[in-house]
């Protein structure tokens, strides 16, 4: 499939081009049902946001990140206005910028870094967590936008461009390294250096990306190379794509850079870029659910969406005369599993920009579905028909939690797919421009 084959992607401002099978009003109402997470479930004492909506759970640095970019979405949309985002964004970023970093029981990060999840209320490390490099990447991200977006003289708009500035320039990605060709997923005050490192295609381009274009800690061009040498290019179902098997990995990065028409080294050499990459992807996902190969009875070419995503529970049960292993919060992958039947609506969602002909009339199916009620926040996280096994219940199983991982592509990628806002956004971001560039990206608008 050739870069030029692919649809554009579509703008609401345009003729619609997703037909009857999702009007602009139900898209709408699907991006502000899950921005409203965002409003909800944050301390508006330091602008934490929850990461998960169960009792006495905390804070994820990842969820913020998603929260300073959607709060400008909010503001584009007229969900909030854009002093309130920009007193937000301000409260969370002044937060950041003045709590403990080190290695002590009350501090938030250290070396620039913060911890994956954090007390909600007092922002002090939870669960003794590790530092999260690629949850700061996505923190750092959203920070970024938000800089680009407050772009207005006044005084609080630029102490908000200081502090995004000010928390990008203390992360030391080189440190992440460890001396090792690629990055570190993360680090403990009690052990050190987690043992895994970043390597196959995954959703760390962005974390990538950024640590190249530090101007006081970056990493060499080198590791990019090496990270990228751990790929898998496959062939599945008839589709070349760089393989990953949960979906959200196609998406996570692309919440923040426009990859259409911007390639490396790795994608040059394959006619592609990561965007028709993604597109692929997709494609993928849906195959899978219409082959089935694990005779679930109720995938198919409206029912797909495999992913990280919360599930019944770790259980071995006999549904349909098939004994089936259920799991519960885990990174799912299409083909190659771990799936017992689970699909998240908000991953579909989430690749509207790729494959809007085939995620429209998914989520005006999933819509049908009422998966969104009760629900304060668009889709459930997850479903799974055939756990409970009862034929006539096209439902079945729902996870109880909403997530600000799941809410923010929801928000972002709609929004992209509408309006390509937060491309525009950070195609003039200085930062990212100087990652893609010594990561060897180049080509359309980066040229």
């Given at each position: 499939m050739a870069i030029d084959d692919r649809p554009p992607v579509a703008s609401l401002h345009e003729p619609d081009r997703l037909g009857d099978s999702l009007n602009a009003r139900t898209l709408r109402r699907l991006q502000m049902n899950s921005f409203n997470y965002f409003i909800e479930e944050t301390n508006p004492d330091n602008g934490l946001v929850l990461d998960k909506t169960a009792t006495d759970w905390p804070a994820s640095i990842a969820a913020m990140g998603?929260?300073?970019?959607?709060?400008?979405?909010?503001?584009?949309?007229?969900?909030?206005?854009?002093?309130?985002?920009?007193?937000?964004?301000?409260?969370?970023?002044?937060?950041?910028?003045?709590?403990?970093?080190?290695?002590?029981?009350?501090?938030?990060?250290?070396?620039?870094?913060?911890?994956?999840?954090?007390?909600?209320?007092?922002?002090?490390?939870?669960?003794?967590?590790?530092?999260?490099?690629?949850?700061?990447?996505?923190?750092?991200?959203?920070?970024?936008?938000?800089?680009?977006?407050?772009?207005?003289?006044?005084?609080?708009?630029?102490?908000?461009?200081?502090?995004?500035?000010?928390?990008?320039?203390?992360?030391?990605?080189?440190?992440?390294?460890?001396?090792?060709?690629?990055?570190?997923?993360?680090?403990?005050?009690?052990?050190?250096?987690?043992?895994?490192?970043?390597?196959?295609?995954?959703?760390?381009?962005?974390?990538?990306?950024?640590?190249?274009?530090?101007?006081?800690?970056?990493?060499?061009?080198?590791?990019?190379?090496?990270?990228?040498?751990?790929?898998?290019?496959?062939?599945?179902?008839?589709?070349?794509?760089?393989?990953?098997?949960?979906?959200?990995?196609?998406?996570?990065?692309?919440?923040?850079?426009?990859?259409?028409?911007?390639?490396?080294?790795?994608?040059?050499?394959?006619?592609?870029?990561?965007?028709?990459?993604?597109?692929?992807?997709?494609?993928?996902?849906?195959q899978y659910a219409i082959r089935n190969p694990q005779g679930f009875r109720h995938l198919n070419a409206m029912n797909w969406g495999i992913t990280a995503s919360d599930g019944p529970g770790n259980v071995t049960k006999k549904v349909d005369g098939i004994e089936r292993t259920f799991y519960d919060y885990v990174a799912r992958g299409a083909p190659y599993g771990p799936d017992d039947g689970t699909i998240a609506p908000w991953a579909v969602a989430a690749s509207l920009p790729f494959a809007p002909e085939i995620v429209a009339p998914t989520i005006s199916h999933m819509t049908h579905l009422q998966l969104s009620v009760p629900n304060p926040y668009g889709f459930k996280a997850s479903f799974n028909p055939v756990f409970h096994g009862e034929h006539d219940d096209p439902v079945g199983w729902v996870s109880p939690y909403h997530f600000g991982i799941n809410e923010g592509p929801t928000v972002l990628m709609i929004e992209n797919y509408r309006s390509a806002m937060i491309w525009q956004l950070m195609q003039r971001c200085a930062p990212l421009r100087a990652g893609l560039k010594a990561a060897g990206f180049s080509g359309g608008w980066l040229d």
């Open positions: 998603m929260a300073l970019t959607v709060w400008l979405v909010g503001a584009r949309r007229h969900f909030i206005t854009r002093e309130e985002a920009l007193q937000r964004s301000l409260t969370m970023l002044r937060f950041l910028a003045a709590s403990e970093q080190g290695e002590g029981e009350t501090a938030t990060g250290y070396r620039g870094f913060y911890y994956h999840f954090l007390d909600l209320h007092s922002g002090a490390r939870a669960w003794r967590c590790e530092l999260s490099s690629v949850d700061t990447a996505l923190l750092i991200a959203g920070a970024l936008a938000a800089a680009e977006y407050f772009d207005r003289p006044q005084t609080e708009e630029a102490e908000l461009r200081r502090l995004a500035q000010q928390l990008y320039e203390r992360v030391d990605w080189a440190w992440m390294l460890d001396g090792g060709p690629t990055l570190r997923h993360g680090w403990k005050p009690e052990t050190g250096f987690l043992p895994y490192r970043w390597e196959g295609y995954d959703e760390a381009l962005i974390l990538y990306l950024l640590a190249l274009g530090s101007p006081t800690h970056p990493i060499p061009a080198e590791s990019y190379s090496a990270w990228s040498a751990t790929y898998e290019w496959k062939t599945i179902y008839g589709i070349d794509h760089l393989y990953a098997g949960p979906l959200f990995i196609h998406q996570m990065s692309h919440i923040w850079c426009d990859f259409r028409g911007i390639r490396d080294a790795f994608m040059r050499e394959r006619d592609c870029d990561y965007f028709e990459n993604s597109r692929r992807a997709t494609l993928v996902q849906q």
